[in-house]
């Protein structure tokens, strides 16, 4: 009876060893689990059109033009379409039709009619709070700008030697020279703002108890905000986002600092995981850490929409990529910050007469939209989405008008008491000075030379009284005369 057990149980031991290694080559000679395109979302941009493929799985696709007629051509083995690629508007972006059939078997292939030339790349995401696996799909249109208003070639010469004086950096010159150069008409050019809508496209940033998505709110206080700006003599607004698409963060910092922005702001709904607080918020960049506790939630929070905007690679804000590298430049961020701190007390006073104040002071943390070097900027929490009373004034017209019309007058106010040289307020100011004794405004076929000795001053001390740094003189310009 005994020996009769043993080969039993010895079996029994064999069929334990056996079956999982037969279930693990089983499973090794099946082919991978496909994937099932979900859903397909498009996204137009200026500059570009992003495709996102929803996926079931993760999936490796296959992707390349091909000419006479022009096409983009998406492969994905081991896939099917669930999807309507019919449902898809392409209107805005460079895509005149989308077509799709079975390859290979069991592989599915998207190919996009194009109406112009792309330059495609893709990537792939795992999934994140918002979505599961995603393959995007970017076709960037050479030659083309993020902002349908590119900035006039001219006044970029002008910004950039503003901003290299600004930096510390201006380029040695002779100042023999200089003070023999004839008085320049003045450029009286516009102040540049700005204007950033957070998130859009695939991310709806945070999302209110009824629905309302942040992305949708502050895009229409964006808008507000810039018919005010191009309404004011002396001002000029450029839409970072001017439509339901997304732009890295980093992106945002490259599109204001390309258009030689002046200033700029970042417009957003803030959000709590809980219903009770409310009120509006203003941040400025912190070189070191955030001055409270949920600032430092709030920058966490907002620097992650990158990985549900759908940008390829990770973000870390300890990286020493250009912008941070920029960031770190102690003379130009600390003149940066200063005036950033200004606006946004001003800013922050006037948005209390029209909402309730979360924080009493400006706030600092280390916000990845607010690390340009050369461009004062803020970050402004309009309210919170997540207060059903503050969602339902958010969607307010009125409410949003008022918001727009608060930031701007911050905004305005500062740059009316401390305007660009270069500027038409600059101008404007000087039209309204040169009546006392001790200043002088500058003629047609002044030098600064001529002017120093009329007035028995020294020419270095008269540069000195002016701040003028190797700059041009300019006609109109008032210079303040110091007595001997």
């Given at each position: 009876?005994?020996?009769?057990?043993?080969?039993?149980?010895?079996?029994?031991?064999?069929?334990?060893?056996?079956?999982?290694?037969?279930?693990?080559?089983?499973?090794?000679?099946?082919?991978?689990?496909?994937?099932?395109?979900?859903?397909?979302?498009?996204?137009?941009?200026?500059?570009?059109?992003?495709?996102?493929?929803?996926?079931?799985?993760?999936?490796?696709?296959?992707?390349?033009?091909?000419?006479?007629?022009?096409?983009?051509?998406?492969?994905?083995?081991?896939?099917?379409?669930?999807?309507?690629?019919?449902?898809?508007?392409?209107?805005?972006?460079?895509?005149?039709?989308?077509?799709?059939?079975?390859?290979?078997?069991?592989?599915?292939?998207?190919?996009?009619?194009?109406?112009?030339?792309?330059?495609?790349?893709?990537?792939?995401?795992?999934?994140?709070?918002?979505?599961?696996?995603?393959?995007?799909?970017?076709?960037?249109?050479?030659?083309?700008?993020?902002?349908?208003?590119?900035?006039?070639?001219?006044?970029?010469?002008?910004?950039?030697?503003?901003?290299?004086?600004?930096?510390?950096?201006?380029?040695?010159?002779?100042?023999?020279?200089?003070?023999?150069?004839?008085?320049?008409?003045?450029?009286?050019r516009d102040i540049i703002i700005a204007i950033d809508p957070g998130h859009g496209g695939?991310?709806?940033?945070?999302?209110?108890?009824?629905?309302?998505?942040?992305?949708?709110?502050?895009?229409?206080?964006?808008?507000?905000?810039?018919?005010?700006?191009?309404?004011?003599?002396?001002?000029?607004?450029?839409?970072?986002?001017?439509?339901?698409?997304?732009?890295?963060?980093?992106?945002?910092?490259?599109?204001?600092?390309?258009?030689?922005?002046?200033?700029?702001?970042?417009?957003?709904?803030?959000?709590?995981?809980?219903?009770?607080?409310?009120?509006?918020?203003?941040?400025?960049?912190?070189?070191?850490?955030?001055?409270?506790?949920?600032?430092?939630?709030?920058?966490?929070?907002?620097?992650?929409?990158?990985?549900?905007?759908?940008?390829?690679?990770?973000?870390?804000?300890?990286?020493?990529?250009?912008?941070?590298?920029?960031?770190?430049?102690?003379?130009?961020?600390?003149?940066?910050?200063?005036?950033?701190?200004?606006?946004?007390?001003?800013?922050?006073?006037?948005?209390?007469?029209?909402?309730?104040?979360?924080?009493?002071?400006?706030?600092?943390?280390?916000?990845?939209?607010?690390?340009?070097?050369?461009?004062?900027?803020?970050?402004?929490?309009?309210?919170?989405?997540?207060?059903?009373?503050?969602?339902?004034?958010?969607?307010?017209?009125?409410?949003?008008?008022?918001?727009?019309?608060?930031?701007?007058?911050?905004?305005?106010?500062?740059?009316?008491?401390?305007?660009p040289p270069t500027s038409l307020l600059a101008w404007q100011r000087d039209q309204n000075?040169?009546?006392?004794?001790?200043?002088?405004?500058?003629?047609?076929?002044?030098?600064?030379?001529?002017?120093?000795?009329?007035?028995?001053?020294?020419?270095?001390?008269?540069?000195?009284?002016?701040?003028?740094?190797?700059?041009?003189?300019?006609?109109?310009?008032?210079?303040?005369?110091?007595?001997?």
């Amino acid at each position: 009876m005994t020996r009769g057990v043993l080969p039993s149980r010895r079996f029994a031991r064999l069929v334990g060893v056996l079956l999982p290694l037969l279930a693990l080559a089983l499973l090794i000679g099946q082919p991978a689990r496909a994937a099932v395109v979900d859903n397909l979302r498009l996204w137009a941009a200026p500059d570009h059109a992003r495709l996102v493929f929803d996926l079931s799985a993760p999936a490796e696709a296959n992707v390349f033009t091909l000419e006479n007629p022009r096409r983009l051509v998406i492969d994905l083995p081991s896939s099917r379409l669930a999807a309507d690629p019919a449902r898809l508007d392409l209107t805005g972006s460079a895509i005149s039709a989308v077509r799709s059939g079975v390859r290979d078997g069991d592989g599915l292939r998207i190919v996009l009619d194009l109406e112009r030339e792309v330059a495609p790349r893709h990537f792939s995401l795992a999934p994140n709070d918002q979505y599961g696996h995603r393959l995007v799909v970017d076709l960037e249109y050479p030659g083309e700008s993020a902002v349908e208003d590119p900035i006039d070639p001219i006044e970029a010469m002008i910004r950039e030697q503003e901003m290299a004086a600004r930096a510390g950096e201006a380029p040695a010159v002779d100042e023999s020279a200089v003070a023999l150069q004839q008085a320049q008409p003045h450029p009286r050019r516009d102040i540049i703002i700005a204007i950033d809508p957070g998130h859009g496209g695939e991310d709806p940033g945070a999302i209110g108890p009824a629905g309302t998505r942040e992305k949708d709110v502050v895009l229409q206080i964006g808008r507000r905000l810039q018919r005010l700006v191009d309404e004011t003599p002396g001002f000029r607004a450029v839409m970072i986002r001017d439509g339901d698409y997304y732009v890295g963060l980093r992106q945002r910092i490259r599109i204001a600092r390309e258009q030689r922005a002046d200033f700029f702001v970042s417009v957003h709904a803030d959000a709590f995981n809980s219903p009770r607080p409310q009120g509006s918020s203003v941040y400025a960049l912190s070189q070191s850490g955030a001055t409270s506790e949920a600032a430092q939630w709030l920058a966490d929070s907002e620097n992650r929409a990158d990985l549900i905007g759908g940008v390829d690679g990770g973000l870390s804000l300890n990286d020493h990529d250009e912008v941070l590298r920029g960031v770190l430049m102690d003379l130009t961020l600390t003149a940066t910050l200063n005036d950033s701190l200004s606006i946004g007390g001003q800013v922050l006073e006037r948005l209390g007469r029209v909402n309730r104040l979360h924080k009493s002071r400006v706030e600092q943390a280390g916000f990845v939209v607010l690390k340009s070097p050369d461009i004062p900027s803020l970050l402004v929490e309009t309210g919170f989405i997540s207060n059903p009373d503050e969602e339902r004034r958010l969607r307010d017209s009125s409410h949003q008008q008022g918001l727009a019309e608060a930031i701007f007058a911050g905004v305005r106010e500062h740059f009316q008491r401390n305007p660009p040289p270069t500027s038409l307020l600059a101008w404007q100011r000087d039209q309204n000075r040169g009546g006392g004794s001790n200043e002088y405004r500058i003629q047609p076929g002044d030098t600064l030379s001529e002017i120093a000795a009329r007035h028995r001053v020294p020419l270095g001390t008269l540069k000195q009284v002016n701040e003028i740094n190797g700059d041009v003189i300019r006609v109109g310009q008032v210079l303040r005369i110091p007595q001997s």
